[in-house]
Protein backbone atom coordinates (compact mmCIF):
# COMPACT_ATOMS: atom_id res chain seq x y z
CA UNK A 1 0.00 0.00 0.00
CA UNK A 2 0.98 3.43 -0.60
CA UNK A 3 -0.10 6.28 0.60
CA UNK A 4 -0.11 9.94 -0.46
CA UNK A 5 -0.85 12.88 2.44
CA UNK A 6 -0.89 16.77 1.22
CA UNK A 7 -1.17 19.17 3.45
CA UNK A 8 -1.10 23.38 3.05
CA UNK A 9 -4.12 24.15 1.19
CA UNK A 10 -6.14 27.22 2.66
CA UNK A 11 -7.66 30.47 1.61
CA UNK A 12 -5.42 33.22 0.98
CA UNK A 13 -6.12 37.25 -0.74
CA UNK A 14 -4.67 37.42 -4.60
CA UNK A 15 -1.25 37.95 -4.25
CA UNK A 16 -0.38 36.03 -1.60
CA UNK A 17 1.48 32.72 -1.33
CA UNK A 18 0.93 29.21 0.09
CA UNK A 19 2.93 25.94 0.04
CA UNK A 20 1.35 22.59 -0.33
CA UNK A 21 3.44 19.42 0.94
CA UNK A 22 2.65 15.58 -0.27
CA UNK A 23 4.67 13.68 1.81
CA UNK A 24 4.43 9.54 0.16
CA UNK A 25 4.91 6.72 2.60
CA UNK A 26 4.21 3.11 2.22
CA UNK A 27 5.67 -0.11 -0.56
CA UNK A 28 7.79 2.46 -2.74
CA UNK A 29 10.51 0.76 -4.68
CA UNK A 30 11.29 3.17 -7.18
CA UNK A 31 9.71 7.01 -7.96
CA UNK A 32 9.35 8.06 -11.89
CA UNK A 33 8.47 11.02 -11.69
CA UNK A 34 5.63 13.75 -9.13
CA UNK A 35 3.51 16.48 -9.86
CA UNK A 36 0.52 18.28 -9.06
CA UNK A 37 -2.81 18.68 -10.71
CA UNK A 38 -5.89 20.82 -10.14
CA UNK A 39 -9.39 21.04 -10.88
CA UNK A 40 -11.70 23.87 -10.69
CA UNK A 41 -15.52 23.30 -10.35
CA UNK A 42 -16.84 22.66 -13.62
CA UNK A 43 -13.34 22.07 -15.02
CA UNK A 44 -11.08 18.92 -16.13
CA UNK A 45 -8.28 18.04 -14.02
CA UNK A 46 -5.13 20.09 -15.16
CA UNK A 47 -1.32 19.38 -14.95
CA UNK A 48 0.21 22.37 -12.50
CA UNK A 49 4.00 21.07 -12.69
CA UNK A 50 5.75 18.04 -12.17
CA UNK A 51 9.33 16.66 -11.84
CA UNK A 52 11.66 13.95 -12.40
CA UNK A 53 12.75 12.56 -9.06
CA UNK A 54 16.00 10.93 -10.33
CA UNK A 55 16.93 14.47 -12.68
CA UNK A 56 15.03 17.15 -10.90
CA UNK A 57 14.11 18.16 -14.14
CA UNK A 58 10.56 20.57 -14.05
CA UNK A 59 7.51 20.64 -16.23
CA UNK A 60 5.29 23.87 -15.50
CA UNK A 61 1.80 25.05 -17.02
CA UNK A 62 1.94 28.49 -18.86
CA UNK A 63 -0.51 29.74 -16.83
CA UNK A 64 1.71 29.08 -13.53
CA UNK A 65 5.05 29.56 -15.20
CA UNK A 66 7.55 32.51 -13.06
CA UNK A 67 4.83 32.24 -10.29
CA UNK A 68 4.95 28.61 -8.62
CA UNK A 69 8.04 26.15 -8.17
CA UNK A 70 7.87 22.49 -7.58
CA UNK A 71 10.58 20.67 -5.38
CA UNK A 72 10.95 17.19 -4.12
CA UNK A 73 12.92 15.96 -0.97
CA UNK A 74 14.02 12.57 -2.03
CA UNK A 75 14.99 11.56 1.02
CA UNK A 76 11.72 11.82 2.24
CA UNK A 77 10.15 11.26 -1.03
CA UNK A 78 8.08 14.49 -0.43
CA UNK A 79 6.78 16.93 -2.82
CA UNK A 80 6.54 20.49 -2.48
CA UNK A 81 4.51 23.82 -4.41
CA UNK A 82 5.97 27.20 -3.67
CA UNK A 83 2.99 28.79 -4.79
CA UNK A 84 3.42 32.74 -5.34
CA UNK A 85 1.58 35.64 -6.75
CA UNK A 86 -1.20 33.78 -6.45
CA UNK A 87 -4.91 34.88 -8.41
CA UNK A 88 -8.15 34.00 -8.31
CA UNK A 89 -8.11 31.73 -11.44
CA UNK A 90 -5.87 29.53 -9.00
CA UNK A 91 -8.56 28.76 -7.08
CA UNK A 92 -9.30 24.94 -7.39
CA UNK A 93 -8.41 21.79 -5.68
CA UNK A 94 -4.55 20.09 -5.86
CA UNK A 95 -3.84 16.70 -5.96
CA UNK A 96 -0.45 15.28 -5.58
CA UNK A 97 0.29 12.54 -8.13
CA UNK A 98 3.52 9.99 -7.66
CA UNK A 99 4.49 7.55 -10.64
CA UNK A 100 6.04 4.84 -8.66
CA UNK A 101 6.93 0.93 -8.89
CA UNK A 102 5.79 -1.15 -5.32
CA UNK A 103 8.29 -3.78 -6.37
CA UNK A 104 11.36 -4.05 -9.09
CA UNK A 105 8.89 -6.39 -10.73
CA UNK A 106 5.94 -4.38 -10.84
CA UNK A 107 4.83 -2.12 -13.36
CA UNK A 108 4.70 1.94 -12.84
CA UNK A 109 1.67 3.02 -11.54
CA UNK A 110 -0.04 6.45 -10.69
CA UNK A 111 -0.72 7.09 -7.07
CA UNK A 112 -3.00 10.19 -6.46
CA UNK A 113 -3.86 12.49 -3.02
CA UNK A 114 -7.01 12.62 -1.45
CA UNK A 115 -6.49 16.58 -2.36
CA UNK A 116 -6.41 20.07 -0.56
CA UNK A 117 -8.19 23.05 -1.24
CA UNK A 118 -6.84 26.34 -2.27
CA UNK A 119 -9.22 29.73 -2.58
CA UNK A 120 -8.12 33.01 -3.66
CA UNK A 121 -10.08 35.63 -2.82
CA UNK A 122 -9.78 38.76 -5.02
Known amino acids: QVQLVESGGGLVQAGGSLTLSCAASGSIFNINTMGWYRQAPGKQRELVAN????????NYADSVKGRFTISRDSTKNTLYLQMNGLKPEDTAVYYC???????????????WGQGTQVTVSS
Open 97 to 111: NINLRTTYFSSWSDY
Open 51 to 58: IARSSGST
